[in-house]
């Protein structure tokens, strides 16, 4: 069964750090690109920040670079988003999400884990 399972939100001061975690099934994992998403209310779902499947190419929005860094374990079949200096800004339902590498398209993605900061 496929399944990509967040966790690691929760609510956090402004200048705080939270680790986002994405658990993946196996056959996700290997050879998919890892991305993540997060959606603000009343926003747009956007791009946040994507990593190749050896972990060579990385892509972050220009809103998080600096700040935010994703890494991949796949030995763990995980991904992980690393925030730093967070906003009130960056509050919004993040999601993890799996593509293969020949496609544009994301078919796979989590249930989603808050992230609220607090100013």
């Known amino acids: 069964q496929v399944q990509l399972v967040e966790s690691g939100g929760g609510l956090v001061q402004a200048g705080g750090s939270l680790r986002l975690s994405c658990a993946a099934s196996e056959h996700i994992f290997s050879s998919y690109i890892m991305g993540w998403f997060r959606q603000a209310p009343g926003k747009e779902r956007e791009v946040v920040s994507a990593?190749?499947?050896?972990?060579?190419?990385?892509y972050y929005a220009d809103s998080v670079k600096g700040r935010f860094t994703i890494s991949r374990d796949n030995a763990k079949n995980t991904v992980y988003l690393q925030m730093n200096a967070l906003t009130p800004e960056d509050t919004a339902v993040y999601y993890c999400?799996?593509?293969?590498?020949?496609?544009?398209?994301?078919?796979?993605w989590g249930q989603g884990t808050q992230v609220t900061v607090s100013s």
């Open positions: 990593i190749t499947w050896r972990g060579g190419n990385k």
């Open positions: 999400a799996a593509r293969p590498t020949d496609s544009a398209k994301y078919g796979y």
